[in-house]
């Protein structure tokens, strides 16, 4: 895999064989939108077949716009894993929230996934009242069932439909799986005809490059928790495929103080070592080729500012 690839991901696809011949194809876009942690992120994961986004425990962990590409029969579903949607304080945050909006206006289909047992409140609220501008059809995806009683998943699922007119509302459990074949089922079926996007075998259009970035910041973010601030960033910048069938890559994390890049690395170097060997595994699994993954820090003040960055991320530069 070249460092220009498509991310292959680390799992089969659903229903990844090309179209019957016989019956149109359907193709078209859905976009997965949501307050922070609501397990946008795992249900794209678990409605591709792959890991094609970034998980962690930390709120806005998705930054921008993840194509994932999940076949149903003779239906290919574009899901657009869209950032959390939350109050922004920051130009990052703006840019992150705006991007969201926008890959929900331009969808055929919007789900709004829900976090059941935090249930409508705070974002989602907010969520729940913009959602009456965009015009594309929408489902209502209540997650994490297993923990909450039935009687109050009724309550949200009425709730929530007296507010916004969603076609169908979905009960599931991105985690396990349940639920989310009764999910796909409905969106291959709602989807218009048309020909495929991608290729059959394709299963996300993020670079292997920038995917690779991603999994490194996702190990930043489990390893250190609360003491990693936002203002970080991970760019891969030299990708070399050698002789032996190995794959060197190296990558630069970038923060914004000196203190910080002290906690990135960590004492006598102990964290950046635990972050890049978690992070070479995984991506030496997806890759399905031995990786020699080296890592720097550097301090880059105030990249928050910098519209290159943010042109690297997929995200406008807000004003």
């Given at each position: 895999m ?27 876009f859905?976009?997965l ?16 077949g792959?890991k094609?986004?970034i ?7 998705t ?6 590409i ?5 239906t ?13 304080r920051?130009r990052?945050d703006?840019a992150m929230v ?5 890959g929900a206006?331009?969808?055929d ?5 829900v976090?059941?047992?935090?249930g409508l409140v705070?974002?989602?609220e907010?969520?729940?009242d913009?959602?009456g501008?965009?015009?594309?059809r ?17 309550e949200?699922?009425?709730a ?6 969603f076609?169908?509302t ?17 969106l291959a079926a709602?989807?218009p ?7 059959d075998d394709?299963?996300?259009?993020l670079?292997?490059?920038q995917l690779?970035?991603?999994i490194?910041?996702?190990k930043?973010?489990l390893?250190?928790?609360?003491e ?6 991970v760019?891969?910048e030299?990708w070399?495929?050698?002789?032996d069938?190995?794959v060197?890559?190296e ?11 002290k906690i990135v ?13 978690a ?13 020699h ?5 550097k301090?880059?003040?105030n990249?928050?500012?910098d519209?290159?960055?943010y042109?690297?991320?997929g ?5």
């Amino acid at each position: 895999m070249s460092a220009s690839g498509k991310a292959p991901g680390a799992g089969a696809p659903h229903d990844a064989a090309a179209p019957d011949e016989g019956a149109p194809t359907r193709s078209g876009f859905v976009a997965l939108i949501g307050a922070p942690n609501a397990g946008k992120s795992t249900l794209l994961n678990r409605l591709v077949g792959a890991k094609v986004s970034i998980v962690t425990h930390k709120v806005q962990t998705t930054r921008a716009l993840v194509r994932g590409i999940a076949t149903r029969a003779n239906t290919q579903i574009v899901f657009l894993d869209t950032p959390g949607i939350f109050a922004p304080r920051r130009r990052l945050d703006r840019a992150m929230v705006t991007t969201a909006w926008g890959g929900a206006r331009e969808a055929d289909v919007v789900a709004f996934l829900v976090d059941a047992e935090r249930g409508l409140v705070g974002d989602a609220e907010t969520i729940l009242d913009g959602l009456g501008s965009v015009r594309a059809r929408k489902v209502l995806v209540l997650n994490k069932i297993d923990r909450i009683r039935r009687d109050r998943l009724l309550e949200l699922a009425a709730a929530a439909n007296a507010r916004v007119d969603f076609e169908r509302t979905f009960m599931i459990s991105a985690l396990t799986g349940s639920g989310c074949d009764d999910l796909l089922d409905w969106l291959a079926a709602a989807l218009p005809e048309g020909p495929w996007y991608y290729p059959d075998d394709q299963i996300s259009d993020l670079p292997m490059r920038q995917l690779a970035a991603e999994i490194t910041r996702e190990k930043l973010y489990l390893r250190l928790h609360q003491e990693i601030p936002y203002a970080c960033h991970v760019e891969t910048e030299r990708w070399e495929e050698r002789k032996d069938g190995s794959v060197r890559i190296e990558q630069v994390v970038y923060v914004e103080r000196d203190s910080q890049k002290k906690i990135v690395i960590g004492r006598k170097g102990e964290t950046l070592r635990a972050v890049g060997q978690a992070a070479r595994e995984e991506l030496a699994a997806i890759l399905e080729q031995p990786v020699h993954l080296f890592l720097f820090v550097k301090v880059r003040g105030n990249w928050g500012d910098d519209p290159e960055r943010y042109r690297e991320m997929g995200l406008d530069f807000p004003g």
